[in-house]
């Protein structure tokens, strides 16, 4: 009975050793694991915000261009001359037509 009682003793020694060797490395593989999660994260949004800042510089960017004056053509001179030429003043006349027909009605 004193080395049945004995046998249990030694081996729960070595049990408790191996759980207690097994528990700090799975707790070093968690801070890694969480560690690493931050790293990339970290990377990932440095990334998104030096992309962002360089759309921003693009877009503030001001182009510039020249603008032409446009080139009158002869036909363009015949047009104004022949605008200028027509009498807008009479535009009364031109519903008389419209009212006698609305009277009719």
Do not use: C, R
């Not at 001179?77 to 027509?86: H, I, K, M």
């Amino acid at each position: 009975p004193a080395s049945v009682a004995a046998t249990p003793h030694q081996a729960s020694p070595k049990v408790e050793a191996t759980i207690v060797a097994s528990a700090p490395s799975s707790l070093n593989m968690k801070v890694f694991m969480v560690v690493g999660l931050l790293v990339i994260l970290l990377a990932t949004g440095g990334g998104l915000y030096w992309y962002l800042q360089e759309q921003a510089k693009v877009a503030t960017v001001p182009i510039q261009t020249q603008v032409k004056a446009p080139i009158k053509k002869a036909a363009d001179v015949n047009l104004e001359t022949q605008l200028n030429a027509l009498d807008a003043s009479s535009s009364a006349d031109d519903f008389t037509v419209v009212d006698e027909d609305l009277n009719n009605l």
